[in-house]
């Protein structure tokens, strides 16, 4: 069982930056793809960024393309979230996940592992 806690997070203006981080426990993040989904209160949890097992492949959601990278260390067992030129619309719960599947079916929801989630506020 992969138990994954995300860092990083609290209040930021909006055009500043913040980075997560998940550490992961219990196992060793080498074996799964990794990302990170959002809520905001009342919506359902959304794709954010996923991360292939081994760094080469990334994927994003067109709302942060350009904005975020997601990079990971498997020697640390920690993935990041590096969110620059943040928005009041970025403002969130922000979760960490693990899935032993690809990155392109993580992208569509498919998770193994959630992490509880770390609140980002963006002030305009």
């Known amino acids: 069982q992969v138990q994954l806690v995300e860092s990083g997070g609290g209040l930021v203006q909006a055009g500043g930056s913040l980075r997560l981080s998940c550490v992961a426990s219990g196992g060793t993040i080498s074996n799964y793809a990794m990302g990170w989904f959002r809520q905001v209160a009342g919506k359902e949890r959304g794709f954010v960024a996923t991360i292939s097992w081994s760094g080469g492949g990334t994927y994003y959601a067109d709302s942060v393309k350009g904005r975020f990278t997601i990079s990971r260390d498997n020697a640390k067992n920690t993935v990041y979230l590096q969110m620059n030129s943040l928005k009041p619309e970025d403002t969130a719960v922000y979760y960490c996940?693990?899935?032993?599947?690809?990155?392109?079916?993580?992208?569509?929801?498919?998770?193994?592992?959630w992490g509880k989630g770390i609140l980002v506020t963006v002030s305009s």
């Open positions: 996940a693990a899935a032993v599947g690809r990155i392109a079916t993580m992208a569509r929801g498919s998770v193994d592992y």
